[in-house]
């Protein structure tokens, strides 16, 4: 009995051709959005020291790492997520830059998590940080490369809202209600899980603050105008860049991670029908942390990963006609195929390719001899825009638009010149 | 006592914005090369069934390998290489391409070794094959775009050299010095490690087989005209490119890995001070041993990593150049940095500074108040061409040109237009 076909791991992708083109598409659309926004990248290694995640989360590891003991007895990790390593990069290298950081890095993340439809067990995180300005102005800053992220993908108005938080707000509450320093992460988390908790189990946590359930929801649904003066600073900056618009204060976020000291965000449908598209906040002592103190460098940053929003983008019309439009216009495997019409002028066609290749000009041509119609037939399925055919006439040669089945002449002597021009004009003489 | 920060793992790298785009330009090259020459992207998991591996090596694993045990029991391996991956994709999809499959993967490997220079224990490769065609045709074109990605990097006649083998030729030699079907893989052995082995070992060894040293040397320095009758199509094709002068047959090399069948091939610096550039083959089993005979495909391929093209870019002048040319044009945070002159004009300059980067103009500003002066330095840091000057005058604009001092004179309301056109002219007037 044959033994079974290798499958990819449970959770992990292969991207075939089309889904890369899908991947590219992101990858492309996040790295302009970051560069037009004066955002500059950097990558972090893949596997790091556990120690590093232990320090950033203050002892309590996630229960879904891909962790291991490599050959050298070190005690590593596959990344859960970039935040870590950055922080340790910057604390390394901040003295090399002007501040602020305003740093992006495009790379893999993995949790060992049950997959299922919006996540695997590794992803593709955009992670985007301004390092090194503590005001509210970095956080609006972050905030908007957020939206126009969104924009960029061609979301609008009404399908996506952001909503931002603030750690320091429920800070200044529970200071107010006679909670201690060191039992606010303790009330935070009850927050934090207030709609996924049962009511009866919350109420007796907060008993234990003596406070209740509606205390809290009436902080949440009506917040005093002094609840969070970085949201009024944002939300008045973020205005006057016209987007004011998708942002709203929403108190019951409070991001689970530990090491959020402020502004915290996340990025939603507008129908809220998925878990969050993006989401971040300001982390000010965690460069402090992990450098042991040597570097003190105050943070605020998001991440977007690549399920979430590809699914959002699926199931927005006019966001998905941006990416169809993309992928359309990216297909083709070549711009031009070379049809090799008399097997004499062989090695002709290959000098040809070759100079159109070494052009810039995406250029194929059969590897096996092939009758005419069957090397046509294998343009059109390379999606070509012309076929360039090299036949008995040579250095003669006849250039079909595949799409009008219309024909030019044209002269080996100038075809690159003729070529390059030639593309950037309509396929042609379609309207004519 | 401070615990010691933490560092990267030995042999991993952290990409500093720096590092990060000679990483871009070594990606970008890729990526362009392989595209013009009809190849498309895919990707395959990083992590994967260990048994893949054993699948590919015919039982034999490397020692190098990041192998481990995942949270559900699974045997897992952080990617070695790619060419298993591949063959599984391929086998799962060839159907739904049009044969060849030109495919191409940039993507990061992991090997556990001693890190020195060249090597290191992460390390990014561009892969490149052609499935599903089995004559010399498709290896020359294959060598073709490893030439083309040498020319592209900068690379001209005289820096490197392709050195072609075909273990075809040690084949049919074995089988005409009586050396039996089964004891070939041995065999080959004892060639590929000619050049480590000790002398006296590689003679005892070829004694085994009634044979010696002199006789194997001698068919490496003077094989026989018919010794590779697919070198003679690959020298042929090349040569109809242009790319003659590239490669030369040098039977010395068959290249370790067990599953390679037919031609193969190494990408050297010319003076060989060098570990192999690229290197590749043809592995005509393998995509059918990794799918239990379900399908089967002819394929050629080859792999370059990242160290020691590096390496030998910056230690080649005229490459280097076009490195250092590639990295100051990419060297700007941003292309125009907005200096807020008037702190009662902030709000203009948040509009102003959104409506460029909309319009796909890469634009910062200062995040906290600061002088005129300070700011103009930050735009000079983040090597910006314009300041635009948002004063007490607004909507009246200033444009600084940072190069030349000079100064422009221009208007919110056409901003956007104004400053699009303006990036494609040069600095001036510097010349004038």
Redesign the interface.
């Known amino acids: 009995m044959?033994?079974?076909?290798?499958?990819?791991?449970?959770g992990?992708?292969?991207?075939?051709?089309r889904?890369?083109?899908v991947?590219?598409y992101l990858f492309e659309t996040w790295r302009?959005v970051a560069?037009?926004?004066?955002?500059?990248?950097?990558?972090?290694?893949?596997?790091?020291?556990t120690?590093?995640y232990l320090?950033k989360s203050g002892g309590e590891l996630s229960s879904q790492l891909?962790r291991?003991?490599?050959?050298?007895g070190?005690d590593?990790t596959?990344r859960p997520e970039v935040t870590a390593?950055l922080a340790?990069?910057a604390?390394?290298?901040q003295r090399?830059?002007?501040k602020?950081l305003?740093?992006f890095e495009i790379g893999?993340c993995?949790r060992?998590e049950k997959p299922q439809k919006g996540r695997g067990r590794?992803f593709h995180q955009f992670n985007v940080d301004?390092l090194g300005?503590a005001?509210p102005?970095?956080d609006a800053?972050l905030i908007?490369l957020s939206i126009?992220t969104m924009?960029a993908f061609g979301f609008t108005a009404g399908d996506f809202m952001v909503r931002v938080s603030d750690r320091q707000a429920w800070i200044d509450f529970a200071k107010a209600h006679g909670i201690a320093d060191d039992q606010t992460a303790e009330f935070l988390g009850i927050i934090d899980k207030l709609e996924r908790e049962k009511p009866e189990i919350t109420a007796e946590k907060l008993a234990a603050f003596s406070l209740t359930t509606g205390q809290v929801r009436e902080f949440i649904a009506n917040p005093p105008a002094d609840a969070s003066p970085a949201y009024a600073a944002i939300a008045?900056?973020l205005t006057?860049?016209?987007?004011g618009g998708f942002i709203k204060l929403d108190l019951s976020i409070v991001r689970g991670l530990a090491y959020y000291t402020g502004v915290v965000f996340e990025v939603f449908d507008a129908r809220q029908s998925m878990r969050a598209v993006a989401g971040g906040g300001r982390y000010d002592t965690l460069v402090s942390t992990?450098?042991?103190?040597?570097t003190d460098l105050p943070a605020t940053g998001f991440a977007m990963g690549d399920y979430v929003i590809r699914n959002l983008i699926e199931e927005t019309a006019h966001a998905n006609m941006e990416l169809e439009v993309w992928l359309r216009r990216n297909a083709a495997?070549?711009d031009v195929f070379v049809v090799v019409a008399d097997d004499e002028r062989?090695?002709?066609a290959?000098?040809l390719?070759?100079r159109l290749?070494?052009a810039?000009?995406?250029?194929?041509f059969p590897?096996?001899r092939a009758k005419v119609a069957k090397q046509f037939q294998?343009a059109e399925?390379?999606r070509a825009r012309f076929a360039l055919v090299v036949g008995s006439e040579f250095p003669e040669l006849k250039l079909k638009v595949l799409s009008s089945r219309t024909e030019e002449p044209c002269h080996a002597e100038t075809i690159t010149d003729f070529l390059t021009i030639r593309l950037t004009q309509p396929d042609g003489p379609l309207l004519a």
């Not at 992990?12 to 051709?17: K, L, M, S, V, W």
């Not at 560069?35 to 020291?49: N, S």
């Not at 291991?68 to 050298?72: P, S, Y």
């Open positions: 044959a033994e079974p076909t290798f499958q990819s791991l449970p992990f992708r292969d991207f075939t051709p889904e890369c083109a991947r590219n302009n560069r037009r926004h004066g955002y500059v990248e950097y990558e972090t290694p893949i596997l790091e020291d120690g590093l320090k891909f291991f003991e490599d050959q050298g070190r590593v596959l390593s340790r990069l604390a390394q290298h090399d830059f002007p602020p305003k740093w893999q993995f060992y590794e301004i300005e005001g102005a970095a800053e908007a126009a924009l008045a900056d006057a860049r016209g987007y992990i450098s042991d103190g040597a495997l070549c062989r090695d002709d290959l000098a390719a070759t290749r070494n810039g000009i995406s250029t194929d590897l096996a294998s399925r390379a």
